[in-house]
């Protein structure tokens, strides 16, 4: 099942069962992804619906973030709520370890010369299951070893 799949069936079970704040974040989300499909003109795959999906969090964690500043906890906590809702549809994470062993495997094929062009081709290997900054991080930390040894 795609997880765009998920999430229509997800949204219906939630509306049947009166989850106001699931269905709210759901139709929200739907609307992001038939936004994003209009415009491309495409049918979207499960990279496209995992970038939605991480906007959506990060927007939501921004607005948390300023709720709390200005002392409105109740908000905050609410943007906290829907962020938790939205994390589900997410691919289970690589963990740092993976994520090193991954750079590791694509770095030993001999033909990766620069750590911009390791990144891109873990990332291209990670689907969607680790964030960018990280990968950009650990493939300039692995030349960096690789370099001193």
Do not use: W
Request: proline residues 2%.
């Amino acid at each position: 099942m795609s997880i765009l799949q998920k999430i229509d069936t997800d949204y219906i079970e939630a509306y049947k069962a009166h989850n106001e704040l699931c269905v709210s974040v759901l139709r929200l989300l739907k609307s992001a992804l038939k936004n994003l499909a209009i415009a491309s003109g495409k049918e979207l795959i499960d990279k496209d619906v995992i970038r939605v999906i991480r906007r959506e969090i990060k927007q939501r964690e921004e607005a948390a973030n300023q709720y709390k500043k200005a002392g409105r906890i109740e908000l905050a906590q609410k943007e906290e709520d829907e962020v938790r809702i939205l994390t589900n549809y997410l691919p289970v994470p690589l963990s740092r370890e993976e994520l090193s062993a991954l750079i590791a495997e694509t770095a030993s094929t001999g033909q990766i010369d620069h750590p911009g062009r390791l990144t891109g081709a873990v990332i291209a290997k990670a689907q969607g299951r680790a964030e960018s900054a990280l990968i950009a991080k650990l493939a300039a930390e692995f030349f960096e070893n690789k370099n001193k040894g």
